[in-house]
C-alpha cells in the first residue's frame, strides 16, 4: 500500500484513508438515489438508472485512484441531470432516448478534443479571469 499511494510521502496513514474515504462515501451517497429520481422524471427506467449510477461512481473513482493516484470521488452530476431530464426532455419535449444520444456524441467528441493538442488551443484562448470565474462557479 504504502508504495502504490506513497502514504508516508503524504503524512498520511491507512487508517486517516480509510476514515476519509468512508466519510466521503457518505457525503456523496444520495446520488445514488436522487439521480434516478431525477433522471426517472424524463422517462429512464429508475432500476436502471440507479445500476447505472452505482457502477459508473464506482469505475471511474476507481481509475482516479488507482491510475492517477488522487483520492477524488466521481460521480454523476446532478445539475446537469437536472438540466437534461427537466429542460430538454421536459421543456423541449425531446425523447431522453434522443438526448442521451446527443450526450454521447458530446462525449466522443469530448474525449477526441481531449486527446489532440486543440485542448491547450481552447485553454489558452480562455483569460484568467474567466478560468478563475468558473473554478469559484464549480
Not at 22 to 30: A, K, L, N
Not at 56 to 72: C, D, F, K, R, V
Not at 75 to 84: I, S, W
Amino acid at each position: 500500500m504504502e508504495t502504490l499511494f506513497k502514504l508516508k510521502e503524504r503524512n498520511t496513514t491507512i487508517r486517516t484513508e480509510i476514515l476519509a474515504g468512508i466519510t466521503t462515501f457518505f457525503t456523496m451517497v444520495y446520488i445514488v438515489i436522487v439521480n434516478p429520481g431525477v433522471l426517472s422524471e424524463a422517462g429512464m427506467d429508475f432500476n436502471g438508472v440507479f445500476v447505472a449510477t452505482v457502477l459508473a461512481s464506482m469505475i471511474a473513482t476507481l481509475i482516479m485512484g488507482l491510475a492517477s493516484n488522487y483520492p477524488i470521488a466521481i460521480a454523476p452530476g446532478m445539475g446537469l441531470n437536472a438540466y437534461f431530464a427537466f429542460s430538454v426532455v421536459g421543456g423541449e419535449g425531446i425523447s431522453w432516448q434522443t438526448a442521451l444520444g446527443a450526450v454521447f456524441v458530446a462525449g466522443i467528441i469530448f474525449v477526441l478534443l481531449s486527446l489532440t493538442s486543440f485542448r491547450y488551443m481552447l485553454l489558452d484562448a480562455i483569460p484568467s479571469s474567466l478560468k478563475h470565474a468558473i473554478t469559484v462557479g464549480i
